[in-house]
């Protein structure tokens, strides 16, 4: 089996991290260290490649000083132990304007954040599941609208459950777009209806995990409400099924490979584990406590590769990611979907009557798995009508935004993922160095 990721060149990773981040700088000379890492990083020798060609902010549109000022949010969220450190990185035109990392990977060791820091990316490994399942829609493998017990007959089973505990057959077929646009009445993984059932775990492997989830009862008919959903792992393992491979085979061969994600995978091997960052939770009294959400850890191998929450990456192999979307489906002459394709991945696809009810249509749902601003002015920070991106539990997210031709990401290692709203406060300021162009 393909190794699930690659790290030849880990000793030699480049740091961008500012001199801020080591506490050697006050607030007059912080906007100066945050612009020159912005702009400025000095070759290494054995490094792997730029994630995409680097370029002085302004010549992109981008205003340095408001870029500055992002990094003086995360800075200051560093300082007042809201998080232990961040990678942030924004991309326009196909270049790669601003890339910072700020505060530690680990507190107690005191191992600086670095650009090529890895993290837990949790739900945004959904979009990749996608792209997964959009590149075998092509290849015509299956269709949106046929039934999923088509491939996985266990799927033939489903009831919908009733709190009385009694169950009735479906109105219809759960089908493989209803599993993309989580209208299939499946639970999400931490819900007390799969906690209680144990669908999930990381020591179990796809068929078993089929074989749990189809158990439990839906908790709707297929199409009459969007709930997120374990839908995505299902998907992985229909990849397989597609494809003939194991899910991971599929995603290193077509997908990273491709694409030089060489950081990406379902576990951290121990030439990685250095560069794995801690997850962090508020501890009491105040500060930050190193905590572990998983019973199988990132550093171990796991049997269930998660199409919905398994992935680690860094900012540079999730930026090309995110690029090639935004390219719509292509990155350095590589192609991956037809720009088609990705139109109707990142176009939201909801039933009216679904989207209405989901947060009263402001944001839509694609094929894709990705939010999509439908109404800007619902929206709590800076955002465009058509963009689109998702997050992770663990503090990690991406915007992707059309309008401006523009990459954000933000990687963090919390638990809760946003604390005092540091994806808000962080976008709005970010948002406000991108200039028409």
């Not at 801020?20 to 007059?28: C, D, F, H, T, V």
């Not at 837990?120 to 399942?133: C, D, G, L, N």
């Not at 995603?251 to 584990?273: H, K, S, W």
């Not at 209405?356 to 094929?367: D, E, I, P, Y």
């Amino acid at each position: 089996m393909t190794k699930h990721m690659r790290s030849g060149l880990d000793e030699h990773a480049r740091t961008t991290r500012t001199t801020a981040s080591r506490g050697l700088l006050g607030p007059g000379t912080l906007a100066a260290a945050a612009l020159l890492t912005a702009t400025l990083v000095l070759p290494m020798r054995g490094q792997v490649a730029d994630p995409l060609p680097r370029v002085a902010p302004a010549g992109v549109g981008v205003d340095a000083e408001a870029l500055s000022g992002a990094t003086a949010v995360l800075q200051r969220y560093v300082d007042e132990r809201k998080t232990a450190g961040a990678v942030a990185m924004l991309a326009r035109h196909g270049k790669l304007a601003y890339s910072v990392a700020v505060g530690q990977q680990d507190l107690a060791a005191q191992t600086p954040m670095t650009e090529r820091s890895i993290f837990r990316i949790y739900s945004m490994t959904k979009p990749v599941t996608a792209v997964a399942v959009m590149m075998l829609f092509e290849q015509g493998k299956f269709t949106l609208d046929e039934p999923v017990s088509k491939y996985l007959p266990e799927f033939a089973t489903v009831s919908v459950g009733h709190a009385d505990g009694s169950r009735r057959p479906p109105a219809r077929a759960v089908t493989i777009r209803d599993l993309l646009l989580h209208i299939s009445g499946l639970e999400h993984r931490t819900s007390a209806l799969y906690r209680d059932a144990q669908v999930r775990s990381r020591a179990i492997d796809l068929p078993q995990f089929v074989r749990n989830i189809v158990r439990v009862p839906l908790i709707d008919d297929p199409g009459a409400r969007y709930r997120y959903s374990e839908s995505t792992t299902v998907l992985g393992r229909l990849v397989e099924i597609w494809s003939g491979q194991p899910f991971d085979d599929f995603l290193e061969q077509r997908i990273f490979g491709p694409l030089r994600m060489v950081d990406t995978g379902f576990y951290a091997t121990p030439a990685q584990r250095a560069r794995l960052a801690t997850v962090y939770a508020p501890a009491e009294g105040g500060g930050l406590k190193a905590v572990e959400i998983e019973a199988v850890p990132f550093t171990e191998k796991p049997a269930l590769l998660e199409g919905a929450v398994g992935l680690l990456s860094t900012g540079p192999d999730f930026l090309r990611f995110a690029q090639m979307l935004l390219n719509r489906g292509a990155l350095d002459g590589v192609r991956l979907l037809k720009p088609e394709t990705v139109g109707m991945m990142v176009s939201n696809g909801l039933p009216d009557a679904v989207l209405a009810s989901r947060g009263n249509g402001v944001m839509g749902w694609g094929l894709g798995n990705v939010n999509i601003v439908m109404k800007p002015e619902g929206v709590r920070y800076p955002a465009n009508r058509g963009e689109y991106g998702w997050d992770g539990t663990a503090g990690t997210i991406f915007w992707n935004d059309p309008a401006n031709d523009t990459v954000i990401l933000l990687l963090t290692q919390n638990s809760p993922p946003d604390p005092d709203n540091l994806r808000r406060t962080f976008k709005t300021a970010i948002q406000g160095a991108v200039r028409g162009q």
